[in-house]
């Protein structure tokens, strides 16, 4: 089946850890995207990938680090600079190739840091 | 910063009534999507129309937008329990160093009643 895994679906993190929440698609998209969304608020853009080794910074990309290295993978590592990682993380990708198409969701990775 | 401004933030409606939802954006867009999202779960793709598209349909959806308002609604006609859910709109940048960006929206929380 064709789509876009995201792993682990819970994460627990300790204060001050680096944490690397996965994503993989095999859509054969270009373009893969990270966001965050906090209880009853929308969707906010960490950052976003248009290409192989290119990744530009969405709007919330402080304490957020991301690779580019393989077509189908886009993994996000949360830092220790993040000071409030706390979230429910959602990985998209999307045809890409020169607009911005439907874009095809993971299930989603609930951060927690206890 | 938020690209899209969905209005209501919450609506609460009977089945068999229509649910309409509001979008307003700020920047020039190269077309506006539509997506749900069931609790805790990724989005799904209900519709995109494009920039220089006035009105486009799928099944019980109809979707309008207005470039010159910078606004768009999304109509969902003879609504079911099974409508329940949160919707997004999403704008795609059309160029510029926010080339391939999605923006999402803060969304609207509606409740179909049986």
């Known amino acids: 089946d064709g789509g876009i895994t995201q792993s682990p679906k819970y994460l627990f993190r300790k204060e001050g850890q680096n944490v690397t929440l996965s994503c993989e698609q095999n859509?054969?998209?270009?373009?893969m995207y990270w966001y965050r969304q906090d209880p009853g608020q929308g969707l906010r853009l960490i950052y976003y990938?248009?290409?192989?080794?290119?990744?530009q910074k969405g709007d919330i990309a402080e304490g957020y680090s991301v690779s580019r290295e393989k077509k189908e993978s886009f993994p996000l590592t949360v830092t220790s600079a993040q000071k409030n990682p706390t979230a429910f993380y959602l990985c998209?990708?999307?045809?890409?190739?020169?607009?911005?198409?439907?874009?095809?969701f993971g299930q989603g990775t609930r951060l927690t840091v206890v | 910063s938020q690209q899209g401004e969905e209005d209501p933030q919450a609506l609460s409606i009977q089945e068999g009534e229509n649910a309409t939802m509001n979008c307003s954006y700020k920047?020039?867009?190269?077309?506006l999507q539509w997506y749900r999202q069931n609790s805790g779960r990724g989005l799904v793709h209900l519709i995109l129309?494009?920039?220089?598209?006035r009105e486009k349909h799928s099944g019980r959806l109809r979707v309008t937008l207005d470039t010159s308002k910078k606004s768009s609604s999304l109509l969902i006609t003879a609504s079911r329990a099974a409508d329940t859910a949160s919707y997004f709109c999403?704008?795609?940048?059309?160029?510029?160093?926010?080339?391939?960006?999605?923006?999402f929206g803060q969304g609207t929380i509606l409740t179909v009643h049986p």
């Open positions: 998209a990708s999307s045809l890409g190739q020169g607009t911005t198409t439907e874009a095809f």
């Open positions: 859509l054969n998209h270009d373009a």
């Open positions: 990938s248009q290409i192989v080794n290119d990744f």
């Open positions: 920047t020039s867009i190269n077309n």
């Open positions: 129309i494009r920039s220089n598209e």
């Open positions: 999403a704008t795609g940048d059309s160029g510029g160093t926010s080339y391939g960006k999605l923006t």
